[in-house]
Every structure is written in structure tokens, then in C-alpha cells.
């Protein structure tokens, strides 16, 4: 299993514009899990999701007895009918509220009417996230819940008890809308007998989710009453009936990052962000509003936004942030960007979030040079007078991250710095391809996007050592030297001999390659191994001396520097390709060493070998290679010498990223572990 990535670093971004299209809505899509596990029959849902939160739900409903499979891009949910079909279950919730509060009390009403015992736990912060309120509303209906650890925090013990449905149901409004949201997911469960009323004690916030919520219920046949945002009524004989099939909208906190970016950055180009429009369901779609007040041109058609960057520098605004709590992050990040101080109120459900929100949002921006002031239920934000490289915590917080990223677009503020991201993959929580999305519509100049060159002799292990490399920084791959290996094999298969320069140059110019999880594809074919062959390795050596050849490659090579940055490995990446590259490695092993890794590797995929032939064919190749008249193998002058002849591919990474560090602006060590 490869080892996480720590961080990932983003150069200055210069512009954004392009299409972007969304992932489905996390608090659409795990509603719609539970409440399709709650009825009868089969639920096809499609453009579900797919990210840890999603994942932890799906794991719970199967445990639960509920059966799920895939049918092309959608999934199909059988579910339960109301009726437990396992009596006792552990279910490990990651950091998802979005299951850990409706499922808990789904459960704990079946478990006290039709008997059962069940756990609920998930990661360390999970455990310190407040779930007492909801406690103390299912509690006084008999449910019988223990707090395991803390009291009114998970993980929690669900099991039989005594229900009593006759009073109405009370529950705070003003810590965390999921409360409320839980119950009626879970009330409809009991309800055939009696109606059943909650009542909401304070303000509520976060209103839009509960919209949300009452919304898939009318989907899933419950005709939720309400008086206001205080009363809420399920009527007697309400049931839950599967809609069928039942489409999952895209992710409007998600959009409000793009939307950001296209206020910020697209000056040129317009940023299309497809998915969520003026029809979504959500009430973070309101983030529009905030968007144009700080000077965004926005477009809004029923199921896309199209985003212009409008009045610049943005405006900076005071903000009740009660209707878009998740999404208001966002204008922390674009205050950065604004004239003057914005101030973002009545957002104190952010310090019970994935982290303190409001607390990491303040120490992280400070970062960047920003003055930031944090109070209870507020934040303000002024951005710097001078920029700063910053490496930003994200707390395990999906939306930390993301919004730190809009810091990188600095060069139109002034700026000129990259931003790192430490532990970069905790966007799997909503966003997967957060990323990829971001790179695919921003552009930085091309003399900024990072590069780290490893170079060294045949065998030294330097395809290894940068295909690990970019899998830990999080860049793009080049394997220069199966560009030439592959243009071998070409010629190979097409007859062509070595020393015809204008016919190899010509199949090297029209070259159908390119590299997708460690895969070299040529034409769509996967030709990895056959570009390990003796023949064409050594075809490959005679045809990279050819002057035509190199000079048809060498676009294609430069091409490959490209968001958020590249690990280009061969024989002259830092000599010649890529000269000013941040950090130039020279891989070195001995001949003895270089000759027992291909013994072993050819024997391994069943090709027969001598270790002695080998051996003096490599010293050969080494020879060949460093008295050549075009680009000659030898380090540049500010590579960094690695001898990898005693070392694992792990410890050679891990010098190289020591190196890498060295060379950045963040600090020495600015990982995850500071």
C-alpha cells in the first residue's frame, strides 16, 4: 500500500475558467442512502456521491441487512421496510454526521421497539462532537442509549426499551441541525399508530438542510406539517415508499470553491460549474448571493452557474451566515482578496464541525499574512499586506482544505507564493477529485509549476524512484526514458531500423503515448513489460543519440509540465529538459547492484537471463551513454547525488522529499507531523 501523501504544494495560479462538474450533494446523497434502507423494495439511486462519508454509510446499511448493488454508474438500494433484519451490529462512522446522527436514531427507535443492540463509533474527533441534545430528545421516548465514553458524545450503545410517543418531542435547534434532521428521518419509523410532534427549543439554524430534509422525505411519501421552524409534525399512518429511481444533485458547498475561483480568477475566461443551478434543492446555492455582493458576475441557469470575475479587488461584506453555514467558509478564503475587513456572523456551529472551523480558519489564515479576529459566533478577515508561502494544517477537514487552496490564486493579490496543503487527501470525505477538478480549470505560468528531475544510468532504479515520488507529492509522472523505449518499440513493430533518423524521428513525432496509473500506453495498449525487453532497451539507448529523434521528443516532454507539477525521471531531465528545475537528482547504484534488479526483474515476468551478460551489457550502456556527442549522461552541476545501491525505494524517497522540503519556501519539515 503506498504511503499517504503528506502534502501537496500548489504554485501560483494565475487564472481560472473552463467547465467543472460536480460531485453529487454529501447531505443529499447520505439521506438518501438511509432513507432508501428504511423503506421497502428497490431504490435506484444515480450520480451518488462517492467519497469516505458515502462509503461509511453504504458499510452500515449492508451491515444492517440492506442489500446493495451496482448497476452501471447508479446504485440500487433494497431496503428494509421499517423492520430489522440483524438484531445486533457494530457500525464504525468515520467523522460522517451525516450518518452518525440519523442512524443513531433510527436505530435507537427500532432497537427499543423490535429489540436489538447496537454501537456507534467513528474516529477520534467524531467522539468529540456533541450528540447530547439528540440523546436527550430520544431518551424521554424510551429509547435506551449509553454514552460509552463521554457523556453526550459517541460512541454510543443503542438497545431495547419502552416506547412512549404521547408528548411532543423536544430538541435544541441552535447547536446543530442534524438533530433535528435525524428525527425526522427517524420518527416516521413509529408513527403508524399516532402523529408524532417535535419541538424545537431556540433558534434553529442551518435552516436550508432542514429544507433539504423535508424535501427527500415528500420524495419518500412523508407529508411533513409544520408551523414555522418550531413545530414539526409526522401524521399518523405516515410509511415510508421507495420513489423508484431518485437522482442526486450536485454538491453546492462543493460549488461554492469554483465559484470563488471564478470571482477571483476569471478574468479572461469564464468558469462554467455544472450540476447545481438556480433549481437545487440546497440552501447552499445562496452562496450566490454572498458571491455577488463581494463583486462575482454570476450566471444562473437551472442546473449550472456561470462565474466572471466582476468588480476587483472583491468587496468585503458583513454576513448573517446562518443559511449557508458549510458554504460561508468559502468567503473566509475570498475575504483574502477583498478591500477592507469582512466579518462572517452567527456561525458558531462551526466549532463543532469536522475541527473548530472557526479557530483553525483564524490560525491558518494568519498564515498567509491575513489579520484575522475570532469571537464565539463570528470571524473577520483582512487580507495581508504582504503575502506569505504557508503550509496549511487541515485539521482532517475537508473544507480546511479547500479552501485553502483558493490562497494559491495570491499573484493577483500582490502575491507570488505557493501554498501547501498538509494532508491533502482529506477532501475524500466530499470531494475525491476536488484536485483534479481545481487544476483542470485554473493556469499558472509555466515556469512556476514545480519539477524535480531524477536522472542516472540504466537500471539505477529511476523510474522506481519518480513513480513514487509523484505518487507522494501528488504530480504528474514522466518517464522520459519510456518515451524513447516506447518509440523503440514502435519502429520495432513497424520495421524500421536504427539508423533510419527521418523515419524513427517521424514515428516519435506522431507518438499515440501516455502514462495512467503507472501504465505506459501505447495507442491504448498497455506495453509496460514489453518496454522492459532487452531489444528494445537497447534500441531505445542507439535511437536517443539521433539528433531528430530528441528533437521530437523534447516537445512531448516539455508538454508533460503541467498542474500541479511534474516528476520527470530519465537520463538528461536536468541537463537538458528541464534545467531550472527546483531539485535535480542524480541516481547512482553499482553495476554488480544495477544487474541484479533486472536479473530479478526478468526473471520474475518469466524471460531467461544471465546476471554476468547483464552485467557487462549495462557498463556498456554506461559507457555508451556518457561518451554520446548530443546530451551526454552525466549530473548537472546542482544535482543532488543519490547511491541507492544499499537503499529501499522507501528510504531513497524519503531522502529526496527531505531534499524537496530543502528547497521550498514553507520551512524545514513543514509536514504533517509538525
Known amino acids: 500500500m503506498a504511503t499517504p501523501r503528506a502534502f501537496l504544494d500548489i504554485p501560483p495560479l494565475q487564472a481560472a475558467g473552463g467547465t467543472v462538474r460536480l460531485p453529487g450533494s454529501k447531505s443529499i446523497s447520505n439521506r438518501v442512502l438511509l432513507l432508501a434502507g428504511l423503506c421497502a423494495g428497490r431504490t435506484r439511486v444515480l450520480d451518488l456521491l462517492d467519497s469516505d462519508d458515502t462509503q461509511v454509510m453504504l458499510d452500515a446499511l449492508r451491515a444492517l441487512g440492506c442489500d446493495i448493488e451496482t448497476d452501471g454508474a447508479a446504485r440500487v438500494v433494497t431496503g428494509l421496510g421499517g423492520r430489522l433484519a440483524v438484531r445486533e451490529a457494530r457500525l464504525f462512522l468515520g467523522n460522517a454526521g451525516t450518518a452518525m446522527r440519523p442512524l443513531a436514531a433510527a436505530l435507537a427507535l427500532l432497537a427499543a421497539d423490535q429489540g436489538g443492540r447496537f454501537e456507534l463509533s467513528g474516529v477520534p474527533r467524531m467522539h468529540e462532537r456533541p450528540i447530547g441534545d439528540l440523546v436527550d430528545a430520544l431518551r424521554p421516548l424510551g429509547c435506551t442509549i449509553t454514552c460509552l465514553a463521554n457523556e453526550g458524545y459517541p460512541p454510543l450503545r443503542l438497545e431495547r426499551g419502552t416506547l412512549k410517543l404521547d408528548a411532543p418531542i423536544r430538541v435544541r435547534g441552535d447547536v446543530s441541525s442534524q438533530f433535528l434532521t435525524a428525527l425526522l428521518m427517524a420518527l416516521?419509523?413509529?408513527?403508524?399508530?399516532?402523529?408524532?410532534?417535535?419541538?424545537?427549543?431556540?433558534?434553529?439554524?442551518?435552516?436550508?438542510?432542514?429544507?433539504?430534509?423535508?424535501?427527500?422525505?415528500?420524495?419518500?411519501?412523508?407529508?411533513?406539517?409544520?408551523?414555522?421552524?418550531?413545530?414539526?409534525?409526522?401524521?399518523?399512518?405516515?410509511?415510508?415508499?421507495?420513489?423508484?429511481?431518485?437522482?442526486?444533485?450536485?454538491?453546492?458547498?462543493?460549488?461554492?470553491?469554483?465559484?470563488?475561483?471564478?470571482?477571483?480568477a476569471a478574468a479572461d475566461t469564464p468558469l462554467r460549474i455544472e450540476g447545481v443551478g438556480s433549481a437545487s434543492i440546497q440552501g447552499d446555492i445562496r452562496f450566490v448571493e454572498a458571491a455577488r455582493a463581494m463583486g462575482a458576475d454570476i450566471t444562473e441557469e437551472a442546473n449550472a452557474l456561470v462565474v466572471r470575475r466582476g468588480a476587483w479587488p472583491l468587496t468585503a461584506i458583513t454576513l448573517d451566515c446562518n443559511h449557508i453555514p458549510d458554504a460561508a467558509m468559502t468567503l473566509a478564503a475570498m475575504a483574502l482578496y477583498a478591500t477592507g475587513t469582512t466579518r462572517l456572523t452567527n456561525i458558531a456551529s462551526w466549532r463543532v464541525k469536522e475541527t473548530d472551523r472557526i479557530a483553525a480558519m483564524a490560525i491558518e489564515l494568519r498564515k498567509f499574512g491575513a489579520t484575522v479576529l475570532e469571537g464565539t459566533d463570528f470571524i473577520e478577515v483582512t487580507p495581508p499586506a504582504r503575502w506569505q508561502a504557508a503550509a496549511i494544517h487541515t485539521y482532517d477537514d475537508h473544507r480546511m482544505a479547500m479552501c485553502a487552496s483558493l490562497a494559491a490564486f495570491n499573484p493577483l493579490a500582490g502575491g507570488d507564493v505557493p501554498v501547501r496543503i498538509l494532508d491533502p487527501r482529506c477532501v475524500n470525505k466530499t470531494f475525491p477529485a476536488y484536485f483534479d477538478a481545481l487544476f483542470g480549470v485554473t493556469r499558472a505560468r509555466t515556469d512556476r509549476v514545480p519539477v524535480l528531475t531524477v536522472d542516472g544510468p540504466t537500471a539505477s532504479g529511476k523510474g522506481t524512484l519518480g513513480s513514487a515520488l509523484a505518487e507522494r507529492l501528488g504530480y504528474h509522472h514522466l518517464d522520459s526514458g519510456a518515451l524513447y523505449r516506447?518509440?523503440?518499440?514502435?519502429?520495432?513493430?513497424?520495421?524500421?531500423?536504427?539508423?533510419?533518423?527521418?523515419?524513427?524521428?517521424?514515428?516519435?513525432?506522431?507518438?499515440?503515448?501516455?502514462?495512467?496509473?503507472?501504465?505506459?500506453?501505447?495507442?491504448?495498449?498497455?506495453?509496460?513489460?514489453?518496454?522492459?525487453?532487452?531489444?528494445?532497451?537497447?534500441?531505445?539507448?542507439?535511437?536517443?543519440?539521433?539528433?531528430?529523434?530528441?528533437?521530437?521528443?523534447?516537445?512531448?516532454?516539455?508538454?508533460?509540465?503541467?498542474?500541479?507539477?511534474?516528476?520527470?525521471?530519465g537520463r538528461d531531465m536536468g541537463t537538458v529538459i528541464f534545467p531550472g528545475a527546483a531539485l535535480k537528482v542524480f541516481l547512482t547504484a553499482n553495476s554488480e547492484q544495477r544487474a541484479s534488479r533486472r536479473h530479478k526483474q526478468l526473471i520474475s515476468k518469466g524471460i531467461s537471463a544471465n546476471i554476468e551478460s547483464l552485467r557487462a551489457d549495462l557498463e556498456a550502456r554506461d559507457a555508451r551513454d556518457q561518451h554520446r556527442s548530443v546530451a551526454p549522461l552525466r549530473p548537472a552541476e546542482d544535482a543532488r547525488l543519490l547511491d541507492n545501491s544499499a537503499l529501499s525505494v522507501e528510504t531513497s524517497v524519503d531522502q529526496v522529499l527531505d531534499w524537496w522540503d530543502a528547497v521550498q519556501p514553507f520551512g524545514s519539515r513543514a509536514t504533517h507531523e509538525d
Do not use: C, M
Open 188 to 264: 416516521p419509523l413509529v408513527a403508524a399508530r399516532q402523529s408524532i410532534t417535535i419541538e424545537v427549543d431556540g433558534e434553529l439554524i442551518s435552516k436550508p438542510y432542514i429544507e433539504i430534509t423535508l424535501a427527500l422525505l415528500a420524495r419518500f411519501g412523508i407529508s411533513v406539517q409544520r408551523e414555522g421552524w418550531q413545530r414539526f409534525v409526522i401524521p399518523q399512518g405516515s410509511a415510508y415508499r421507495s420513489p423508484g429511481e431518485i437522482a442526486v444533485e450536485g454538491d453546492a458547498s462543493s460549488a461554492s470553491y469554483f465559484i470563488a475561483a471564478g470571482a477571483i
Open 486 to 569: 516506447a518509440t523503440a518499440l514502435a519502429a520495432l513493430r513497424q520495421g524500421v531500423p536504427a539508423g533510419d533518423e527521418a523515419a524513427v524521428a517521424a514515428i516519435a513525432r506522431a507518438l499515440p503515448l501516455r502514462f495512467e496509473n503507472q501504465q505506459t500506453l501505447l495507442a491504448g495498449e498497455d506495453v509496460s513489460d514489453e518496454l522492459r525487453h532487452e531489444a528494445v532497451g537497447s534500441l531505445a539507448s542507439q535511437i536517443a543519440a539521433l539528433p531528430a529523434v530528441r528533437q521530437a521528443l523534447v516537445e512531448l516532454q516539455l508538454a508533460f509540465r503541467r498542474l500541479p507539477g511534474l516528476v520527470a525521471d
